[in-house]
Nanobody
């Protein structure tokens, strides 16, 4: 069974930074494409960033240049480094993989950007 556990969320001021982590267990992590999604109140869940098993990355236009997705296969962990945070980045952030033939989600971690 594959499990994903996010951590690193919290409250930051606009312009600040946070680093989110997603730890995976139960399978061959190095073969998985991984993604970060977020969902704000009243909005659909949206794709924020994606990283392939080979390290290719994609970003939503709204976060391009500010967020960086990376992975450490030796630690079975994917990261989302968030810089220059804006109030509109406030959301619950989820990690995800579709590489098992079905979708697996973590429990989410809250990011709040506010003065």
């Amino acid at each position: 069974q594959v499990q994903l556990v996010e951590s690193g969320g919290g409250l930051v001021q606009p312009g600040g930074s946070l680093r989110l982590s997603c730890a995976a267990s139960g399978s061959i992590f190095s073969l998985f494409a991984m993604a970060w999604y977020r969902q704000a109140p009243g909005k659909q869940r949206e794709l924020v960033a994606r990283i392939s098993n080979g390290g290719n990355t994609n970003y939503a236009d709204s976060v391009k240049g500010r967020f960086t997705i990376s992975r450490d296969n030796s630690k079975n962990t994917v990261f989302l480094q968030m810089r220059s945070l804006k109030p509109e980045d406030t959301a619950v952030y989820f990690c995800n993989t579709n590489s098992l033939g079905y979708s697996v989600w973590g429990q989410g971690t809250q990011v709040t950007v506010s003065s």
